[in-house]
């Protein structure tokens, strides 16, 4: 690994692990399962984390990568690389209104946005969203508080759970249930 680091720059060194890491197979299965994203290299998100473990963690290149909108491993990878003390609000907005699915949705509001101050009042404002990839991202972000804030997160489900269709009924679901046994 240090020989790579030496010779190739981190988006790079980044590339070229996940083109190491790829899997046709699962590649294929999630082109013809609709995913939008023009180049996917079938790298599980076990894989990614590892690859984001060793690379450089730094504001300036978690943005680069996801800056890398064609890429699906480049949107999933680059929660990994952001440090969330410096991801502040303005940015996480931004990144909310790019987000291409809901397998991204998924990776930022588990790797990141969970790890942040607002996180909270973040989801909540989300929750009430009219744009469905905005609302989705707030229930999944709530789904990561749950554990910290259970009365809050089961009234959310609930309040969601009679309109929720498509995506948001499955993140709906889970709240709605959230400390029932």
Excluded at 32 to 45: A, D, E, H, S, T
Aim: net charge negative; hydrophobic share 45%; with cysteine.
């Amino acid at each position: 690994m240090e020989e790579t680091q030496t010779k190739y720059n981190p988006m790079q060194a980044l590339k070229r692990s996940m083109f190491a890491m790829r899997n046709g197979i699962v590649a294929d299965a999630l082109r013809q399962g609709g995913c939008p994203f023009k180049i996917i290299f079938g790298v599980n998100l076990p894989q990614l984390a590892e690859i984001a473990s060793r690379s450089e963690k730094s504001k300036q290149f978690a943005c680069q990568v996801w800056a890398n909108s064609t890429t699906r491993e480049s949107m999933l990878i680059a929660p990994m690389l952001m440090p969330a003390a410096e991801f502040d609000r303005e940015m996480a907005e931004e990144w909310i209104s790019q987000l291409p699915s809901a397998e991204v949705a998924d990776v930022l509001c588990l790797k990141l946005l969970r790890h942040t101050a607002y996180a909270l009042d973040l989801a909540l404002d989300l929750c009430e969203s009219h744009e469905e990839m905005k609302k989705y991202a707030g229930l999944r972000l709530m789904c990561n508080l749950a554990p910290a804030h259970p009365d809050r997160a089961a009234a959310i489900g609930r309040a969601h759970l009679d309109s929720a269709t498509g995506i948001l009924r499955q993140p709906a679901a889970v709240l709605a249930s959230y400390g029932e046994d």
